[in-house]
């Protein structure tokens, strides 16, 4: 049993955590906090978990985190995460940053589409990207998870067989990407009122969104070679789910007919518990994985060009539930305790 | 052809407002303002509107709309037109307010549910109450007009011949009211993120709702007495539309088949261009109104009890379409002019 | 560990069964079943759960469930519980049946609803109504659970305490039942398509549906007399939950302060694991249910008249997570095991 | 004052045909029909008609609307339309045609696509693709419209000044197409209920969809030489709309500045009344054409690779708002008239 704090909590993968993490058998959440004007029971706040959690929801005390908690989850916007997570690794905790404050490497690179300097560049290197298909090994023994953006988290699973496995020309990646509103956060916006989005559709950040750079770092690790892809996200009219529809040329000429390329993604999948490929020419959909931890893959593979569709909850898979499936890694819980 | 000007145009009925005018033959905006941080072409704030009209929307300069002006449309949040008002009025200006302001006889009432004194008391004697249904005879010649709430017109019109006629217990009226989100005006709230209200349904101002009053000072007039109904608002994830589920019980048994209540209706309503009558025991449905002017009606009536449905678009025959009937009166254009 | 199979395992209740009984501990589903043109592995039916259940599910062949299932769940329509349960009552087995086929004592008012003749009228005494917080000592022996309907549910736990304490004027409750669309089932009927109800909202059935006949017969025991309610049902533009706004007056003045109807609900629910009172005057919506098992009532009294309003989730409190609970206090596993 | 028909009028594109044509001042609808069951007003199929238009709708009868109008509708699906059009153009009568019937030059892809041999092939040469900004002069003319598909017109408009000036690597087009889900017609399937498609979002008919080959014959004429796209439809949990998000990549580098590719595009288009061109880097997005014939397009230009997103309103410049469009050139009315 191990007790665990979650920073942020009053936001949507704060909410997803804790629904979680109360159906933990191995978790007692011991600290709630987060920017708030006074401090509030959280079920309070969230009325559907009244009867299951009685903590109250403060400012975040450091001092008490630390006393009360093995593992921090800071379920917080970048910038505000890197000015308390080397608090909490000098005090020796473990933590789970849901921010983009320890993904990339590059601080430069950081700087650029996150228009702010980076003010704690020592734990970058200590920093495991947490995503498990990836990088299970280092996650298991790591102090500090960058968990994954939900963008990145679809399109990287996507695309890490054929770009791993060499058969992807790496100039000529377009990922044209849809996301339900909760990506946003709870950010009060215009743009996010329910009249504006609601019966509408629109792309934003064009080919200049902050999740590009990630996706670009991980597959040019995984490519030996830096790739640039093509990033286009596009707001839907829904609350959750991500779908990303990838369109790209083949590097090499296929050996076999298309349903190898199934085949090796089952095979580069075969023993992740929340990978699931469809059959070639079949393709799934954001209900498919909704509410789940999932990422559903489906390709068509024409020879001379490949359409992936790849599908997460972005709450889930896409935030909260890749945190909780970190966490069982690093505490060797079942992998899939609680995410099923 | 007139010359109208429009206060508050960035909202949502400002920009059905301008949608519709710029369908009407004898009209001509020449005004276009609202509280704005710096001068924008109208075109550039609604692109829906591009190439129809290329008015820049400024703070608005009443000395300015006093001479560019005949008529002006006051699209204005409740305290901020009996600012403006008097000023347009004093210059001879006719004036369509669809704020609260004029609206209520009883400044202690307004004062009450709108938190604030009144400042214009002056003027309120000299606006009609703009229900074309019941007021058209003074809205022909009305200075100012007070532009009736969504609510209220629903309510009034399903309630008007049963109580004018003296056909309910006064004290027996429950409205259920269902709104669209466009009701609640552009105003960036968490409560109105799409994230909170899509897939989600509630209540609100549960029996203490501001458009109460002004039902009950309507339905009193009509019934020769006080009135007070039990008012019960609620939110639909979706843009447009009102549905009032009405309950009352007959004051006198009917002397005949419950088919006639439907024709006291008819009768009531006949030569009314924008109220339609169901045939007993058929209701209508948002759709069957949405986009449109209209304020469709159905009954059911047991002998004791009597459910009515009444809908509307919230923004039109709610808002700017009633406004515009308004208007059409008022200028002795065909009524239903750029209206259907 | 029991073995459970469930009849009707396509629509909208059985895949929620599904979902939850996988994650309960001490249940094994044995045998999946539904009216299906071949047999299919349910998990290409439902590809959600792919990875989590490999059963077949085919036509429902009585022999086989019977050898299986110590519990079988029938997720069907009404008229086609009736032809099953008796063979499988009679083989001794275990049923909770969530068509409306058990929930009516008297046959006459199941004609008049129902349209059709009553084939089994032998085991509707048999039957206990399975709402746990009426009859909990009567679920924990039956053979028979008739599980209740979802507008039901919301209605009778709003109003049982105020009916049993002779508190309620009996001729004057109005129901105004709002429900999200999975509650008609997954009917192929034009009504039902996306863009028929997307963007709209209207009564059905309005003051003649069947689930009325049920709410006046529950309330009725409870009052200890006859009782007819007047209820209205609405279909909202979005998936998941019921929200019911009621409406009555009082039958004796209270004695006390209005927070005292409160305290009565709360008395009354005291031991209740999923219905929550909440402070008078604060009201719940959808969202504090959903995905939930719990039952959530706000009040509101004047003194002379009490409003009401009661959410839940139509397809869990309203129909599968119901039936889970009456499973789970029919084998003395925790009542909450799998819920929550 | 011409009469016009319309076979087909009870879908979505005849609803809003009759809704449009009752706003034009030129045109009398003389004759409405429909596979109907038996005869209805058809303000009693769409009561938000009801006091505009009084017209029983039948099964057509193609006597009778030879004897009453002038021009013809036909609001019809694929393989009807040649059933009924070889008639209409008999006897002399003009005909915009909603199907695929008269679209594509070639019947063998016509028969690969629709999965049915063409029976008029007669008419195929007479027929002018109703797509205004490319044969405006043959559609002044016509006697046989092919009104364009709805994705077809939204590809199209946004490729057409790239491809015809030979800019674009004509192997490389992408076109990524979400359309609302009225698109697909009022189809009373299972996979087009709401509880289906809200809260859903999925990819269909991936690089198999039949508009394809109408989109690659105009681009290719354009193009002169033969053209192939990769073409991916998802579907919106939205009523109307299609927005299109394209990538290609340049045939020639550009030779100067990427604000040249903004100037192209508008002095291809700089003409027509309803194509508007946005600033470079500015996007539209449907709001901004939802309930109007507008075709927006936004375009980024990288240099090396092109982004365009293309919107429509489905139900108007992708249907009925471009048949009336049409219509207006054949009669030389205005081309605006009844569309703003």
Do not use: W
Request: net charge positive; with cysteine; aromatic share 8%.
């Amino acid at each position: 049993m191990i007790n665990v704090g979650i920073v942020g909590a009053t936001g949507y993968a704060g909410e997803e955590l804790i629904d979680i993490l109360l159906r933990h058998p191995d978790v007692r959440i011991t600290d709630v906090s987060a920017k708030i004007d006074q401090p509030k029971n959280i079920s309070e706040i969230f009325p559907r978990l009244k009867g299951r959690i009685g903590l109250v929801c403060a400012e975040p005390d450091l001092r008490q985190i630390i006393d009360k908690c093995d593992l921090v989850f800071l379920a917080l916007p970048h910038t505000v995460s890197m000015e308390i997570a080397p608090v909490l690794l000098t005090a020796g905790k473990r933590v789970i940053d849901f921010s983009a404050d320890y993904r990339l490497a590059d601080t430069a690179v950081y700087t650029e589409f996150y228009k702010t300097k980076h003010k704690d560049k020592a734990n970058i290197q200590k920093a495991v990207y947490g995503l498990p298909e990836l990088y299970r090994q280092k996650i298991r023994s790591a102090q500090l998870i960058a968990n994954p953006g939900c963008y990145p988290t679809a399109a990287i699973l996507a695309l890490a067989p054929l770009t791993a496995l060499n058969l992807v020309d790496t100039d000529s990646i377009v990922i044209d990407a849809k996301s339900g509103v909760t990506g946003a956060g709870k950010k009060v916006a215009e743009a996010l009122l329910f009249s504006e989005i609601n019966e509408d559709f629109k792309a934003y950040k064009v080919d200049t969104h902050q999740h590009a750079p990630e996706i670009n770092q991980e597959l040019s690790k995984l490519a030996g070679k830096k790739l640039k892809t093509t990033f286009v996200p596009h707001l839907l009219p829904m609350n959750r789910g991500i779908l990303e529809t990838i369109y790209v040329n083949r590097s090499r000429k296929p050996q076999a007919a298309s349903r190898k390329l199934t085949d090796l993604y089952r095979k580069f999948y075969k023993k992740e518990p929340f990978v699931r490929i469809r059959e070639e020419g079949d393709f799934p959909r954001i209900k498919d994985v909704a509410g789940t931890n999932f990422c559903d893959i489906g390709i068509k593979d024409s020879g001379e060009n490949v359409i992936i569709i790849s599908v997460i909850d972005n709450l889930l898979k896409g935030a909260s539930g890749q945190a909780v499936q970190n966490m069982n890694i690093m505490y060797k819980f079942p992998e899939h305790t609680a995410l099923a």
